[in-house]
């Protein structure tokens, strides 16, 4: 099993709607969670931590889910600029980290 | 501040040349990773630095991969005798102290 698994998607969304996407990892010890978001040749990019008690930044909510042992990202109003695909990380332990392969939102006019 | 940089952009080289793909991280930031990337792929950990301690060499795909980092700051990632499928963008990050990455914008390295 991975440690750490992403839908692949890719979510088709029109303008203005919400997307919600999950990420789950296998070690129950891991220890931070991060948001990245990769346009298409370009480096990633850190979105947002996620912190327990969950969290918000704009249009972005992040939540952790310790006991089932996810993570979610949900889009509000998605713009056009919200096309890319979205990368989970999950620290295991010091600077031992895992990547989902990314979830790729499309945002349609 | 500056942000990590690393050179080349792009590398053309041909089949069994060696290759040194270099990262500047940003100042004073202890822990230093290396990643690849394919076409369409997911990031493919390499190695890691971390202050003075022995890197994690775990990912590195066979013994033609080797990195170092000099002074706790400028690393080099070297490839010897280059294959097609070493192919890939060569991306560094450089890690903050609450263990966010910063991403430098790659090398794309094409073995012909």
């Known amino acids: 099993r991975k440690e750490v698994e992403q839908d692949p998607g890719p979510f088709n969304v029109p303008e203005g709607a919400t997307v919600a996407f999950n990420c789950t990892y296998s070690n129950s010890a891991s220890q931070s969670f991060f948001w990245y978001r990769q346009d298409c040749r370009k480096e990633p990019k850190l979105l947002m931590s996620v912190y327990s008690s969950g969290n918000e930044d704009g249009r972005f909510t992040a939540q952790l889910n310790r006991a089932s042992q996810y993570i979610s990202l949900l889009i509000r109003d998605s713009k056009l600029s919200d096309s890319a695909t979205y990368l989970c990380v999950v620290r295991i332990n010091d600077y031992k980290l895992s990547f989902g392969a990314g979830t790729t939102v499309t945002v349609r006019a | 501040g500056a942000g990590v940089s690393q050179s080349p952009s792009n590398k053309v080289t041909e089949k069994g040349k060696d290759v040194e793909l270099r990262c500047d991280p940003i100042?004073?930031?202890?822990?230093l990773y290396w990643y690849r990337q394919s076409l369409g792929q997911g990031l493919e950990f390499l190695i890691y630095?971390?202050?003075?301690?022995?890197?994690?060499k775990s990912g590195l795909p066979s013994d033609r991969f080797s990195a170092e980092r000099t002074g706790g700051s400028v690393s080099t990632l070297t490839i010897q005798r280059t294959q097609q499928e070493d192919s890939a963008v060569y991306l560094c990050a450089s890690v903050g102290s609450s263990y966010e990455q910063y991403f430098g914008p790659g090398t794309r390295l094409t073995v012909t």
């Open positions: 630095f971390q202050g003075n301690s022995a890197p994690d």
């Open positions: 100042s004073g930031h202890t822990a």
